[in-house]
């Protein structure tokens, strides 16, 4: 079965940086999309970045020019690098698998195409 498992959140300063990781088995890396998610209290699911079997990536908005998504494909690992981390950034972060990918096929940042999900990992911004 599908298995996604986030790791690397925390508490940390405004300005300060977290490199998330997301572990992942059960299907096939030769095709798949992977994005990275995230909620904030009292507000939808947001996607942030993806990245897929083309090492294609896509970012939104609030992540271009401050996150970036990564991968090692040896290691079935997702990274998501959060940098210039503002207080907004505060929310617990998900990383969802679409087998058969790649990205392109699909709008990677809208959950309606995963249907894979990890536990997910708190990231707070705070000083």
């Known amino acids: 079965q599908v298995q996604l498992q986030e790791s690397g959140g925390g508490l940390v300063q405004p300005g300060g940086s977290l490199r998330l990781s997301c572990a992942a088995s059960?299907?096939?890396?030769?095709?798949?999309?992977v994005s990275w998610f995230r909620q904030a209290a009292e507000k939808e699911r947001e996607g942030i970045a993806a990245?897929?079997?083309?090492?294609?990536?896509t970012y939104s908005h609030s992540a271009k020019g401050r996150f970036i998504v990564s991968q090692d494909i040896a290691k079935k690992t997702l990274y998501l690098q959060l940098n210039s981390l503002k207080p907004e950034d505060t929310a617990m972060y998900y990383c969802?698998?679409?087998?058969?990918?790649?990205?392109?096929?699909?709008?990677?940042?809208?959950?309606?195409?995963?249907?894979?999900w990890g536990q997910g990992t708190q990231v707070t911004v705070s000083s």
């Open positions: 969802a698998a679409l087998p058969g990918g790649p990205c392109s096929w699909v709008d990677p940042l809208r959950r309606a195409y995963f249907g894979y």
């Open positions: 990245i897929d079997s083309d090492n294609a990536t």
């Open positions: 059960g299907f096939s890396f030769d095709y798949y999309c």
